[in-house]
C-alpha cells in the first residue's frame, strides 16, 4: 500500500500586517508550493505573484509582459487601481514605469545623460553636504526618528538639486512627498491631491525654465529635458512632467528605504554592523561598497516590481498566463531564494555571489540605481563613523512597516546614540 500523503502545509495569508512585518517565512512558502500563484490583492485586482529568482529575472525581462497599463484586461475603473493614485488625473502616464520600446527606449535615452557615473560622481560632494546638515540638527540631542529626520529628507533634497527646483521651493516638495509615502496613513485622497499639487508645479516649473533657458544655462535634469525636446526628440510638456515626476516618486521612496531598512538590518545585526564601522575606521570602502548591495537583496526598498500585463499566452515557471494578467515580480521573494543565494536568510556584508534583482533586470533596469546607491553609501558610513554607538530605540515588535504592495519601508525608526557636539561650518 502506498503511504499517505503528508498533510500540506497550508497557505499563509498575505498582506496582513503580520505579514507586512515579517514577509520573508511565506515568501519561502510560496517559492517551494506555489511559485506562480494567483491572488487577490488588497485593491481587489487579481494578479500572478512569481517569486524564484530564475523565474523572477525571466519575467523582469520578458517584453510579452507589457509595462503600458492598456493591456491589464479588467475593467476601465480598475486600472486606477495598479499605479500611482492620482497619476491619471494628472496627466503624468507617460512615464518610463507605464510605457514600453519604442517610447521607453526613447524617454530612457534622454533622462540617461543625468545618471551616468561622471554626473553621480559630480553630485557626491553635495549628497554628502546634505547628510552631514542632517546629522546635525539632532547629533547633539541624543536621540533621533531616523526616518524622518535622516532617511526620507536626505533623498527628497538630492533628487530636488538634480531635477532643479530651486531651494525655496523644495520644502514644498518635502510635504508632497512625505502624504505620498504614508499610503493607507495619511488623509483619504491625500495621495492623489499630492500628485495634483506636484503636477502643478512641475507644469510651471518647466514652463519657467523653457521661457528662461539659454543655449548654455542650466545644467539640471528638467533644463536638460527640455533641451531635449527643443531639439527635435518630441518630448512634449506632459512627457517632460511624467517623467520628472517619476524620477522625483522612485528617487525618493526608494533611497529612504534604503537608508532605514539598511540602518536597520544593521542594528539587528551587530556583529555585520561592527565588522562594517571597523572598516570605515581605517578607511577602506569595499566592504560599504558589498554591503550596500548585501542590503540591498537582504532586505530592500522595493518589496514587488511595478505592474506588468501579459500581451500574450506564455508560460513562467510551469505556470500559463492568459493575456491581459497582471504578473507581478517579488523580489523580495526572488533574492531570498536559497537555489540563487547561499544561506539567503543571512546577512553577510562581504558577499561577493550577489546578482541581486533589488534594482530590476533587463530594460527597465532602475535607472537611478547609481545615484541611490551613492546616498545609500554616504547616508549609512556617515551616520556610523558620527554616531558610533547608535542603538535602536524601540522594541522590534512595536516598529511599524508602511503599507502598500511595490515598497518595502518602516514608518519610523526611532534611535539613541551619545550626543555629539554640532559641527562649526569652516
Keep these: 500500500m502506498r503511504a499517505p500523503d503528508p498533510v500540506r502545509e497550508p497557505a499563509p495569508e498575505l498582506f496582513t500586517w503580520e505579514f507586512a512585518t515579517d514577509p520573508y517565512p511565506a515568501y519561502a512558502w510560496l517559492r517551494e508550493h506555489a511559485p506562480v500563484h494567483r491572488t487577490r490583492l488588497p485593491s481587489g485586482v487579481e494578479a500572478w505573484l512569481v517569486t524564484r529568482y530564475a523565474d523572477a529575472r525571466q519575467a ?22 495598479t499605479g500611482i493614485p492620482g497619476e ?63 532617511a526620507f529628507p536626505l533623498p527628497i533634497y538630492a533628487i530636488c538639486d538634480m531635477l532643479g527646483v530651486p531651494r525655496e521651493d523644495q520644502d514644498d516638495f518635502r510635504d508632497w512627498a512625505g502624504m505620498m509615502i504614508r499610503h493607507g496613513g495619511g488623509p483619504r485622497g491625500g495621495v492623489a491631491r499630492s500628485v495634483k499639487k506636484m503636477r502643478g508645479y512641475l507644469a510651471e516649473l518647466i514652463h519657467r525654465k523653457r521661457a528662461g533657458l539659454r543655449q548654455d544655462g542650466d545644467d539640471d535634469l528638467i533644463s536638460g529635458l527640455i533641451r531635449a525636446s ?58 560599504l561598497a558589498t554591503g550596500v548591495e548585501e542590503l540591498l537583496r537582504y532586505d530592500g526598498p522595493v518589496e514587488i516590481a511595478t505592474w506588468r500585463f501579459a500581451t500574450e499566452e506564455l508560460t513562467i515557471g510551469g505556470q500559463h498566463i492568459e493575456p491581459g494578467d497582471p504578473v507581478l515580480v517579488v523580489l523580495a521573494a526572488a533574492d531570498r531564494d536559497p537555489e540563487r543565494f547561499a544561506e539567503p536568510d543571512t546577512l553577510d556584508l562581504a558577499r561577493r555571489d550577489n546578482q541581486h534583482l533589488g534594482y530590476g533586470h533587463g530594460i527597465h533596469y532602475c535607472l537611478g540605481a547609481p545615484l541611490a546607491r551613492l546616498e545609500g553609501q554616504t547616508a549609512i558610513a556617515t551616520l556610523l563613523a558620527r554616531l558610533p554607538d547608535l542603538q535602536l530605540d524601540a522594541d522590534p515588535d512595536d516598529l511599524r512597516w508602511r503599507g502598500g504592495l511595490i515598497m518595502r519601508g518602516l514608518r519610523t525608526l526611532p534611535v539613541r546614540f551619545t550626543s555629539q557636539p554640532r559641527r562649526h561650518d569652516s
Aim: proline share 5%; hydrophobic share 40%; aromatic share 6%.
Design 60 to 81: 523582469l525581462a520578458d517584453q510579452r509582459l507589457s509595462k503600458n497599463p492598456a493591456h491589464h484586461d479588467e475593467p476601465a475603473h480598475a486600472k486606477g487601481k
Design 88 to 150: 491619471r488625473k494628472a496627466e503624468l502616464m507617460t512615464h518610463l514605469l507605464n510605457i514600453d520600446p519604442p517610447d521607453h527606449t526613447r524617454l530612457r535615452r534622454l533622462v540617461s545623460k543625468a545618471f551616468t557615473p561622471r554626473r553621480v560622481a559630480e553630485f557626491a560632494p553635495r549628497v554628502q553636504e546634505l547628510t552631514d546638515q542632517l546629522i546635525d540638527q539632532f547629533a547633539d540631542r541624543g536621540t533621533a526618528d531616523l526616518i524622518h529626520e535622516f
Design 230 to 287: 527643443d531639439h527635435g526628440e518630441h518630448l512634449t510638456e506632459n512627457e517632460a512632467a511624467a517623467m520628472a515626476f517619476i524620477l522625483l516618486f522612485a528617487g525618493f521612496e526608494t533611497t529612504v528605504n534604503l537608508i532605514g531598512n539598511g540602518i536597520y538590518a544593521l542594528l539587528r545585526n551587530p556583529v555585520q554592523r561592527e565588522r562594517l564601522q571597523k572598516s570605515l575606521a581605517v578607511g577602506e570602502t569595499d566592504l
